[in-house]
Protein backbone atom coordinates (compact mmCIF):
# COMPACT_ATOMS: atom_id res chain seq x y z
CA UNK A 1 0.00 0.00 0.00
CA UNK A 2 1.37 3.59 -0.81
CA UNK A 3 1.39 6.80 1.30
CA UNK A 4 -1.15 7.83 -0.80
CA UNK A 5 -3.51 4.68 -0.32
CA UNK A 6 -2.84 5.24 3.93
CA UNK A 7 -3.58 8.84 3.52
CA UNK A 8 -6.86 8.31 2.06
CA UNK A 9 -8.11 4.94 3.89
CA UNK A 10 -7.19 7.04 7.53
CA UNK A 11 -9.04 10.03 6.09
CA UNK A 12 -12.14 7.52 5.30
CA UNK A 13 -11.84 5.95 8.07
CA UNK A 14 -12.09 8.92 10.15
CA UNK A 15 -15.17 9.93 8.01
CA UNK A 16 -13.45 12.99 6.80
CA UNK A 17 -13.45 14.80 3.67
CA UNK A 18 -10.29 15.90 1.02
CA UNK A 19 -11.54 19.53 1.54
CA UNK A 20 -11.56 19.17 5.45
CA UNK A 21 -8.42 17.52 5.25
CA UNK A 22 -7.55 20.31 3.39
CA UNK A 23 -8.38 23.15 5.84
CA UNK A 24 -7.19 21.07 8.59
CA UNK A 25 -3.64 21.12 6.83
CA UNK A 26 -3.82 24.64 5.49
CA UNK A 27 -3.98 23.94 1.39
CA UNK A 28 -6.57 26.42 -0.27
CA UNK A 29 -8.29 23.26 -2.53
CA UNK A 30 -9.18 20.07 -2.03
CA UNK A 31 -7.33 18.83 -5.19
CA UNK A 32 -4.08 18.65 -3.73
CA UNK A 33 -5.81 16.27 -1.12
CA UNK A 34 -6.68 14.19 -4.36
CA UNK A 35 -3.43 14.23 -6.02
CA UNK A 36 -1.66 13.13 -2.61
CA UNK A 37 -3.73 10.28 -2.61
CA UNK A 38 -3.40 9.10 -5.89
CA UNK A 39 0.61 9.39 -5.33
CA UNK A 40 0.97 12.44 -7.89
CA UNK A 41 2.41 14.53 -5.64
CA UNK A 42 5.04 13.31 -2.68
CA UNK A 43 5.25 14.43 0.31
CA UNK A 44 8.69 15.79 2.56
CA UNK A 45 9.25 14.50 6.06
CA UNK A 46 7.47 17.49 7.71
CA UNK A 47 4.11 17.13 6.04
CA UNK A 48 4.18 13.52 6.42
CA UNK A 49 4.09 14.49 10.17
CA UNK A 50 1.40 17.05 9.70
CA UNK A 51 -0.68 14.66 7.75
CA UNK A 52 -0.66 11.94 10.44
CA UNK A 53 -1.33 14.28 13.42
CA UNK A 54 -4.55 15.30 11.16
CA UNK A 55 -5.24 11.70 11.05
CA UNK A 56 -4.74 10.97 14.89
CA UNK A 57 -2.03 8.35 13.31
CA UNK A 58 1.80 8.03 13.13
CA UNK A 59 3.97 8.53 10.24
CA UNK A 60 5.38 5.32 10.49
CA UNK A 61 2.04 4.03 9.75
CA UNK A 62 1.72 6.35 6.54
CA UNK A 63 5.23 5.83 5.34
CA UNK A 64 4.53 1.61 5.34
CA UNK A 65 6.71 1.25 8.67
CA UNK A 66 4.32 -0.45 10.76
CA UNK A 67 0.74 -1.52 11.17
CA UNK A 68 -0.95 0.08 13.49
CA UNK A 69 -3.55 2.78 11.83
CA UNK A 70 -4.16 4.71 15.19
CA UNK A 71 -1.60 6.82 17.84
CA UNK A 72 -1.20 5.37 20.74
CA UNK A 73 -1.94 8.79 21.79
CA UNK A 74 -5.00 9.46 20.50
CA UNK A 75 -7.87 11.46 22.32
CA UNK A 76 -11.11 12.72 21.90
CA UNK A 77 -10.36 16.58 21.88
CA UNK A 78 -7.62 18.56 22.93
CA UNK A 79 -8.82 19.55 26.00
CA UNK A 80 -8.88 15.72 26.78
CA UNK A 81 -4.99 15.44 25.67
CA UNK A 82 -4.69 18.00 28.28
CA UNK A 83 -6.28 16.48 31.00
CA UNK A 84 -4.25 13.33 30.32
CA UNK A 85 -1.33 15.10 30.73
CA UNK A 86 -1.85 17.13 33.19
CA UNK A 87 -2.75 13.45 35.08
CA UNK A 88 0.66 12.15 34.14
CA UNK A 89 2.17 14.57 34.72
CA UNK A 90 0.66 15.37 38.86
CA UNK A 91 1.50 12.23 41.24
CA UNK A 92 -1.09 13.52 42.96
CA UNK A 93 -3.93 14.17 40.42
CA UNK A 94 -2.75 10.61 39.33
CA UNK A 95 -3.34 8.99 42.82
CA UNK A 96 -6.80 11.09 43.15
CA UNK A 97 -8.05 10.40 39.52
CA UNK A 98 -6.88 6.20 39.78
CA UNK A 99 -8.60 5.97 43.60
CA UNK A 100 -12.17 7.54 41.72
CA UNK A 101 -11.96 4.79 38.82
CA UNK A 102 -12.55 2.04 41.61
CA UNK A 103 -15.25 4.65 44.28
CA UNK A 104 -18.56 4.23 44.81
CA UNK A 105 -20.89 6.83 43.05
CA UNK A 106 -21.75 8.45 46.57
CA UNK A 107 -18.29 8.37 47.58
CA UNK A 108 -17.52 10.36 43.91
CA UNK A 109 -20.48 12.33 44.32
CA UNK A 110 -19.37 13.53 48.02
CA UNK A 111 -16.01 14.16 46.73
CA UNK A 112 -17.27 16.50 44.12
CA UNK A 113 -19.11 18.73 46.19
CA UNK A 114 -16.25 19.05 48.60
CA UNK A 115 -14.16 19.95 45.42
CA UNK A 116 -16.91 22.70 44.11
CA UNK A 117 -17.40 24.08 47.71
CA UNK A 118 -13.08 24.30 48.21
CA UNK A 119 -13.36 25.84 44.94
CA UNK A 120 -16.04 28.83 45.58
CA UNK A 121 -14.26 29.07 48.97
CA UNK A 122 -11.12 29.95 47.04
CA UNK A 123 -12.54 31.97 44.40
CA UNK A 124 -14.54 34.32 47.49
CA UNK A 125 -11.22 34.39 49.05
CA UNK A 126 -9.65 35.96 45.67
CA UNK A 127 -12.41 38.94 45.71
CA UNK A 128 -11.76 42.02 46.86
CA UNK A 129 -13.44 43.36 50.16
Known amino acids: MTVGERIKERRLALKMSQQELADKLGYTSRSTINKIENDA ?3 RQPKIMDFAKAL ?4 GYLMGWEDKEESEHHYIDEKTRQIA ?3 ADNKELGLLFDAARTAAPEDLKTTHDML ?3 KRKEQNDEEPC
Do not use: D
Open 41 to 43: NNL
Open 56 to 59: KTTP
Open 85 to 87: QEI
Open 116 to 118: LAL
